[in-house]
């Protein structure tokens, strides 16, 4: 047993880190959107992603949650393939309902917070809970609430979309996220959409998050944020990871030309 499939006391095992690429590709047509990359997101940790609009990060995290398929190399999460099952040496698509089980393990929270409009804050809450794990409505409700408790919307379990903010609506977004346990939760431009004024109410809600242990992957232009939150930083450009390393340490001292380039934008 080699060291990184030691299993400790508790069953997980220590050392898999929780997202592993190795020289991942993906392709649309002849497209090349991902080339190769190579990055390891740590249980626990939160990782950002950053980059020009095209670079291949929403795409990276599409493979992640099994919405994209990746064509070569190794993509890992909680060191489980994604998308595909390892027969001997031989690689098989996963089979949905294998993948679709995978996949409840994973948060998303997208730039556009597509809440059901006809649905209440609560109601949006246990949705996912109750429809795909079967569980019972009283218990799903009480933890809405909680849930909702947690980013500041107690008060709002019964408000419809329409009526919220879009900070509001996002923080919804995030707590129907985490109404299904997720132990990965992936962030694309959470704050893209939002009016200056209600982005910082998100940021708030995915600090408490982080602080309180999840493993992340945010992509996003907030670089207060990463240098804030966040453990690690990942440049990427034209579908290649440029520069990755310590938020503070790249932001200050950015190795590559493109880095530079991109931060003197969005600094
Ligand atoms: P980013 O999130 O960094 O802006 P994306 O991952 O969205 O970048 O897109 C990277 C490239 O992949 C773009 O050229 C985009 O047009 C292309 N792309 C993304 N999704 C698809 C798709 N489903 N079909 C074809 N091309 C796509
Ligand atoms: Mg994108």
Do not use: W
């Not at 992603?49 to 990276?60: A, D, I, R």
């Not at 006809?118 to 809970?129: C, F, K, R």
């Not at 503070?248 to 934008?265: D, G, I, M, W, Y």
């Amino acid at each position: 047993m080699s060291p990184e499939t030691v299993p400790t006391a508790s069953g997980a095992t220590a050392t898999v880190p929780m997202v592993r690429a190795e020289r991942v590709s993906k392709s649309f047509g002849s497209n090349q959107v991902l080339k190769s990359i190579s990055l390891e997101v740590k249980r626990g940790e939160v990782m950002c992603l950053v980059g020009p609009s095209g670079s291949g990060k929403s795409t990276f995290l599409r493979c992640i949650n099994h919405l994209e398929r990746v064509d070569a190399g190794r993509l890992t999460v909680d060191g489980v393939l994604v998308g595909y099952e390892e027969r001997g040496d031989k690689l098989y698509e996963l089979r949905p309902k294998v993948a679709a089980a995978q996949r409840r393990d994973i948060g998303m929270v997208f730039q556009r917070f597509n809440l059901f409009p006809h649905m209440t804050a609560l109601e949006n809450v246990m949705e996912a809970p109750v429809l795909v794990k079967g569980a019972n409505k009283a218990k799903a409700a009480a933890r809405g609430r909680e849930l909702l408790e947690r980013v500041g919307l107690g008060h709002k379990a019964d408000a419809y979309p329409a009526h919220l903010s879009g900070g509001q609506q996002q923080r919804v977004a995030i707590a129907r996220a985490l109404a299904m346990d997720p132990k990965l939760m992936l962030f694309d431009e959470p704050t893209s959409a939002l009016d200056p004024e209600l982005v910082g109410e998100v940021l708030d809600v995915m600090k408490a998050l982080a602080a309180s242990g999840m493993t992340m992957i945010v992509v996003t232009h907030e670089m207060g944020f990463a240098r804030e939150v966040a453990d690690s930083l990942v440049f990427m450009d034209g579908g290649v990871v440029v520069e990755a390393g310590d938020p503070v340490e790249v932001l200050s001292n950015p190795q590559h030309q493109r880095t530079k380039a991109f931060l003197s934008k969005v600094l």
